[in-house]
């Protein structure tokens, strides 16, 4: 799956999560948190491999520091800033999911709550 694709699911499963039905309904609370939780393990297969592709860039572009006789403390620190923008977009990538498990664990929690609530009425 594109990480487009199973990001746009991701957070369109959040908000949903984030209605008045999101919040009351358990059969919609339950449909919603399975969409949520298969868009999250999408996007965490994508970050996944954009992660071990940083390492292997960083590794490389150490190793040419290196051969320029750059110390490995300076390799270092220019290895920060060329790849800045990957480290960013895989640190939000990382909370977007993080959260995401979060939020699909208190949706579990809310569903066994509302279906325990609606047994004592009976």
Do not use: C
């Not at 919609?28 to 399975?34: K, L, P, R, V």
Request: hydrophobic share 40%.
């Amino acid at each position: 799956m594109l990480l487009a694709t199973a990001m746009k699911g991701m957070l369109e499963a959040r908000e949903k999560l984030q209605s008045e039905e999101g919040v009351s309904n358990p059969t919609y609370i339950s449909e919603q948190t399975q969409r949520l939780a298969q868009y999250t393990g999408a996007v965490e297969e994508v970050l996944a491999e954009d992660e071990a592709d940083l390492v292997i860039k960083e590794a490389a572009k150490f190793k040419t520091y290196m051969s320029e006789k750059k110390s490995a403390n300076m390799a270092g620190n220019l290895l920060k800033y060329d790849f800045t923008q990957e480290r960013a977009e895989i640190v939000k990538l990382t909370r977007l999911v993080n959260s995401s498990w979060k939020i699909i664990s208190v949706a579990q929690s809310r569903v066994k709550h509302l279906i325990a609530e609606a047994n004592n009425q009976i």
